[in-house]
């Protein structure tokens, strides 16, 4: 099962950097920041099963939840940057 | 191991993105290197069995989030 989860996490986030290289402008690569979070989760996810009740979960359970949800805030931050950025241009 | 390894591998795209792109692109490179390094500490830490790397990890992510908000409202303000 955490096996799966960290293929899958990791899977997840070679989607997201290949996203990051390869589209065109800065708004389209900043999509592909949020769907990292999911792999994050994935992963962190992967370790909680591997090790049960474990100070190792409580932190993989933190460094998931934080990201999942700092993620989508960081990505509205520089979202506004880059659009008033590309305004004053 | 080997996740980890493709973790820190995956750094190396995300490093040229920053380099030969526009601020806006490293911003946005910078904001994907930091949360798959700190997924490649976390893994790390099981995969050796060293639990400081955990610490490293939340450290990593509380900083980077940080770090990130710095750079954009820098960039917001750079003319």
């Given at each position: 099962m955490s096996a799966v989860l960290v293929v899958a996490g990791v899977a997840v986030l070679a989607f997201a950097c290949l996203g990051v290289a390869v589209m065109p402008g800065a708004l389209a690569r900043l999509h592909y920041v949020t769907v990292g979070a999911l792999g994050a989760l994935f992963v962190a996810a992967a370790v909680v099963v591997d090790n049960g009740a474990s100070l190792i979960s409580v932190k993989a359970a933190t460094v998931g939840v934080f990201l999942a949800v700092t993620s989508p805030v960081l990505s509205h931050v520089g979202a506004r940057a880059i659009h008033r950025r590309e305004e004053s241009d | 191991m080997a996740c980890?390894?493709?973790?820190?591998?995956?750094?190396?795209?995300?490093?040229?993105?920053?380099?030969?792109?526009?601020?806006?692109?490293?911003?946005?490179?910078?904001?994907?290197?930091?949360?798959?390094?700190?997924?490649?500490?976390?893994?790390?830490?099981?995969?050796?069995?060293?639990?400081?790397f955990g610490d490293l990890a939340l450290v990593l992510g509380v900083s980077s989030f940080v770090g990130g908000l710095a750079y954009a409202t820098l960039l917001e303000r750079e003319p």
């Open positions: - | 980890a390894a493709v973790l820190v591998g995956l750094l190396v795209p995300l490093a040229a993105v920053a380099a030969l792109g526009t601020p806006s692109d490293g911003l946005v490179a910078l904001q994907l290197a930091s949360m798959i390094a700190t997924i490649a500490l976390l893994v790390m830490s099981v995969a050796l069995d060293r639990e400081i």
